[in-house]
C-alpha cells in the first residue's frame, strides 16, 4: 500500500501576492511567481509550529527539515501548519530576504521579481551546521549553504 505524500501548497491568509509551487531545478519543488512582484515588498509569511530548541534538535534530522530560528530559544517548523513558505529554495544570489519581526518571519522581495520566477533566499545557515552543497545555479555560489 503506497503512502500518499500531500502536494505542498501556499495558505493564502499568509501570501500578498499569488505565489504557485511546482517543480524546481534548484531543489524538488520551489515557489514561483504568478504575477510580477515590486521591489521592497511583504510577499510571504513563514509559518509554522513554535518549538523550543530541545524540539527543534529532537525534529532537526533526515534529509527534508523545514525548521526555520527565531532566536537562541524558538524556531519554526514549517512542515506543521507552515505558509508554503518553508518550500522556497536556497540562492546563493537570492530575490528574496527573510526578516524576523516581532516573532514573525516576513520575506521581502529584494528587487522586482518577474512572473513566472522562482522565488530563493539566502539560508544563512550559522556556525555549527553541517555544510551542504549548492545547487542554486547562480553565477555568484559559493559552492555550499
Known amino acids: 500500500m503506497a503512502v500518499l505524500i500531500p502536494t505542498p501548497e501556499i495558505d493564502l491568509r499568509y501570501a500578498c501576492f499569488n505565489l504557485v509551487i511546482r517543480r524546481s531545478r534548484i531543489h524538488r519543488y520551489g515557489v514561483y511567481a504568478a504575477q ?27 534529509a527534508h527539515t523545514y525548521l526555520f530560528a527565531l532566536d537562541k530559544y524558538w524556531t519554526l517548523d514549517g512542515s506543521v501548519g507552515g505558509s508554503g513558505a518553508e518550500i522556497i529554495n536556497h540562492s546563493c544570489d537570492p530575490n528574496l530576504v527573510s526578516r524576523v519581526m516581532k516573532g514573525h518571519v516576513l520575506y521581502l522581495s529584494l528587487r522586482a ?21 549548492c545547487s542554486c545555479g547562480s553565477k555568484t555560489c559559493r559552492g555550499l549553504i
Open 113 to 133: 521579481i518577474k512572473k513566472g520566477e522562482e522565488l530563493t533566499v539566502d539560508y544563512n545557515f550559522g556556525r555549527g551546521v553541517e555544510k551542504t552543497p
Open 36 to 62: 510580477p512582484i515590486p521591489k521592497n515588498r511583504k510577499v510571504i509569511e513563514y509559518t509554522g509550529e513554535r518549538i523550543n530548541r530541545v524540539e527543534t534538535k529532537r525534529r532537526d534530522r533526515g
